[in-house]
């Protein structure tokens, strides 16, 4: 069997770049470490890899010259030449990446009468419906509020935490439907909403928040319902936030019978916690729920230059996918040069940056990382079995293809080089994983 090797490499120009073929034919070391891929034991089906529509990077892309703008969609969302991007996100609302706090209606307004989109119709919409012409498919979006108008709210404040009033826990459920109805009328597929972004983050910025009763009381008693009685298909996941305590907030939803019934699954951030096995715990518990990674960057501005950032994004990535996550949506696609704009200088790291001085985009080794996975492992892969006994700091996982095709990816942060047998099926090659790599095995 052929297996052809893609790689990106710290210490050589490696950048996506496709070696030499590899042969599987039986020989290889059977004393040294082992990377063995099962293809018949499979588990959770691969949804897709996306990043987020924040206004912060369709502003910042519409500042640049068109053909760079072109270049940043092609970067992400060209299936061949591209990271092959078939996902997305969305705020309902204004976040923190954005140019000022906003909302879709007039204060007071518990009828919605006055509910006005066109805030997104300037860089937002049209950013997306450029990405789908360059993907050539509806791409599947996630849409999360930061913060529910200031007026429905106890601090009387978009920013700084506070909570939803009870009074208008209906009018704010109502207001998710407007948003996938006027979104729909736009091109613009709704595939899910989340109930809170971080719900359990009071921040400088537009935060809300919800503890795990009010969460499963809103789910189960308003947004559930109005989902449901409006005909829309679209999934609710829950929680939106770090993977540290998770579990606690699933189950707390989830038990309930009631708000279980609407719930498509459970959404996790990268931030405060790598405990990837709490997302083992929650498929553990509830196997007919759905994992999903909803966000994640590397914080304090813009790291040029960094490669420990494309390893977070990678180890990320592996461990999520080991333990039952489905699919991988990235925070800020694009931002300027200095991590912005953020409206409360919350300046943060992306795969591109956009230096507007220059008017050049710069690729980050997150966004080789990212690609190492997302242009190989396609929507309905399914993961399959993988054992090791490399040395830690070599990770690993496999999925397989609709068209049949493996894809084995295999990450190296450690200072040195490591030789592995690469066994499928009972025949192997041996490989060397270079210090600080990361390298896509595709098999055929």
């Known amino acids: 069997m052929k297996v052809k090797v893609i790689r990106t490499a710290k210490n050589t120009g490696d950048r996506l770049t496709e070696l030499e073929t590899l042969e599987l034919n039986g020989e290889f070391n059977r004393h040294s470490n082992m990377i063995v891929v099962s293809p018949n034991e499979t588990y959770q089906t691969h949804i897709g890899f996306g990043g987020a529509f924040t206004e912060a990077c369709a502003y910042t892309l519409s500042e640049m010259p068109k053909e760079k703008r072109e270049e940043a969609i092609k970067a992400y969302f060209d299936p061949k030449e591209g990271l092959g991007y078939t996902l997305g996100r969305v705020a309902i609302n204004s976040c923190d990446f954005a140019l000022g706090n906003y909302t879709y209606v007039e204060e007071n307004d518990v009828n919605l009468e006055t509910f006005d989109m066109s805030h997104e119709d300037k860089w937002v919409v049209p950013l997306i419906k450029d990405a789908q012409k360059v993907s050539g498919t509806t791409l599947k979006i996630l849409g999360s509020p930061w913060s529910p108008p200031a ?3 106890s601090n009387k404040n978009m920013n700084f935490g506070g909570k939803l009033l009870t009074e208008y826990y209906q009018v704010w459920a109502n207001y998710y439907v407007k948003f996938i109805e006027e979104m729909k009328k736009r091109g613009v597929n709704i595939e899910w909403i989340s109930v809170q972004n971080e719900p359990q983050a009071v921040q400088t910025w537009d935060s809300c928040i919800y503890s ?6 809103f789910v189960r008693d308003y947004l559930g319902p109005t989902i449901e009685k409006s005909g829309l298909d679209v999934g609710i996941i829950v929680w939106d936030h770090n993977r540290d ?29 790598e405990n990837f096995t709490n997302l083992s715990i929650v498929h ?5 729920k759905h994992i999903i990674f909803t966000e994640g960057c590397q914080e304090g501005g813009v ?13 990320n990535i592996i461990e999520d996918f080991n333990n039952f996550s489905e699919g991988f949506i990235d925070w800020n696609m694009v931002l300027n040069e200095t991590g912005g704009p953020n409206h409360v200088n919350n300046l943060c790291d992306a795969p591109i940056i956009a230096d507007r001085n220059t008017k050049e985009l710069i690729y980050n080794s997150s966004y080789y990382y990212i690609g190492q996975f997302s242009k190989f492992i396609r929507p309905n892969a399914v993961r399959i079995g993988l054992v090791k006994n490399t040395p830690e700091g070599v990770r690993a996982t496999a999925f397989k293809n609709e068209d049949s095709s493996i894809v084995v990816v295999v990450q190296n942060e450690l200072d040195h080089m490591e030789t592995f047998s690469l066994v499928v099926n009972n025949i192997g090659v041996t490989v060397e994983s270079p210090e600080h790599s990361i390298t896509t095995y595709i098999i055929k």
């Open 151 to 153: 007026w429905m709210k």
């Open 212 to 217: 795990s009763e009010e969460e499963r009381d």
């Open 284 to 288: 553990a518990l509830f196997p007919d």
């Open 303 to 315: 790291h040029l230059g960094a490669w420990h950032t494309g390893e977070r994004y990678g180890r």
């Open 245 to 273: 305590i998770m579990v606690e907030r699933a189950a707390t939803i989830l038990l309930d019978k009631e708000a279980n019934k609407y719930v498509w699954g459970v959404g996790n951030h990268w931030y405060v916690s």
